[in-house]
């Protein structure tokens, strides 16, 4: 029987020759898939380097699942789903991020993983920006089952972190809006859960006060959400409500919100913000009267 050391399976690992491929395979065929997958997952939690967490999860994907065996069992599910927990929570946000990344080509509707979905969700929490992104970019991927997680965490306070300056576009606010977008548009989800969507947005740039501590980039990026991403007369008619808000930062929102309607209504509505009596609200209602009308 071949027996590799550790040291001796990550060298073949990282290999880019092709009798890498072979030597792996050939040692999966003789310890048998569950074997080969504990020893994969066990490179992939020693999580020495971020290259090594991709490649040793990659090889337990294209070496430990072949044709006979196309689908892990449930043992090493198990194993899978307990080594990706725990990579989440590493110290290094490196490895955190890499370990979020690589879950991308293992969620879906078809076969949804809770306690991952929990697991991303809570990442975007984290205090690297680089990981929050990760967590939210994999999460698009999960389909419609990760939505109420999602909608939930929106409404949390633990994930109002603000962001840490004007250059960073990124905070948990923004990117649990953005894996909601991303979901949206990748997968169909049912009427119930996007008009749920929607209820959420709006009531949260209606809650808005010009004290409220709320990041200006949060609130524009409410509006953006439900202008480009759910559009049409669904938001229309929500945001019809907020043409008067008292915040003018959500004023500005909900102008940039209908620059992405088509309907005549939505003009109607820019055409009144443009008379608004902050500026800041008039050049961006304007800003697209003037783009339709060129």
Known sequence: MTSFSD????????????????????YRQEVGQFVCV??????FEKASSAELCKESWRTALTICLTDDEPEMDEASSQ??????LRALQNERPEIRKASALLLQDALSDNDPNEQ??????????????????????TLQFAGATALPYLLQAFMDERYRRPHQNREDRRSSVWDVLCAIDGLL???????????????????????????????????????ETLGETVGG??????????????????????????????????????????????????????????????
């Open 38 to 43: 504990r020893k994969m997952l066990s490179l």
């Open 7 to 26: 040291d001796e399976l990550v060298a073949l690992v990282l290999r880019t020759d092709r009798e890498a491929p072979d030597k792996l395979l050939h």
């Open 116 to 137: 991952i979905i929990l697991a991303l969700v809570e990442g975007l929490t984290d205090k690297s920006e680089d990981v929050r992104w990760a967590c939210g970019d």
């Open 185 to 223: 548009e990748r997968s169909s989800t049912n009427p119930e859960g996007r008009r749920k969507y929607v209820e959420l947005v709006t009531g949260f740039l209606r809650e808005r006060s010009v004290d409220d501590g709320m990041d200006y980039l949060d609130i524009w990026k409410a509006g």
């Open 233 to 294: 007369r669904e938001a229309l008619k929500e945001l019809s409500t907020l043409i008067n808000h008292a915040d003018p930062r959500v004023r500005e929102s909900v102008a940039h919100a209908l620059s992405h309607i088509n309907e005549p209504q939505a003009r109607t509505l820019l055409r009144s913000l443009a008379d608004d009596p902050v500026e800041s609200v008039r050049l961006e209602a304007f800003k697209y009267l003037s783009k339709s009308s060129a």
């Open 79 to 84: 194993l899978w789903t307990a080594a990706f």
